[in-house]
């Protein structure tokens, strides 16, 4: 009954239970609750490995954001998202960030993932 629970609900749903007091929740409710965040997690990091443009997508949109600062954000999201190079700039990134890692370079600074770091420090 627990699986069944814990597969069928909402993400809401399941925000709502994670932030749940554990007190609140059986041993074996917690462990189905444990179970299904490690599945996630799995299947999170197996989807973000296939697509690579999503960290690239995500970490050039923070980037420019905290750059620029924008006041009105959503709006600047929308523009951001729709430039006509996007493609071009992320698939670029891609390409750089795979020469690093074929080349068995030790650089840490990947283009994509540390885009943000270097833009805070």
Do not use: W
Request: proline share 3%; charged share 30%; aromatic share 6%.
């Amino acid at each position: 009954i627990t699986n069944y629970i814990t597969n069928n609900l909402s993400a809401m749903e399941h925000a709502v239970i994670e932030k749940a007091s554990p007190i609140a929740l059986s041993e074996e409710q917690k462990a189905a609750l444990n179970k299904y965040k490690i599945e996630a997690r799995k299947d999170n990091e197996i989807f973000l490995r296939q697509h690579p443009e999503v960290s690239c997508l995500v970490s050039d949109f923070l980037h420019e954001v905290l750059l620029q600062r924008p006041e009105q954000v959503v709006e600047f999201a929308a523009n951001h998202f729709t430039q006509p190079d996007i493609r071009t700039r992320i698939n670029s990134q891609i390409k750089e960030e795979k020469k690093i890692i074929e080349t068995g370079s030790k650089k840490s600074n990947y283009i994509c993932k540390n885009r943000i770091i270097k833009t805070l420090f």
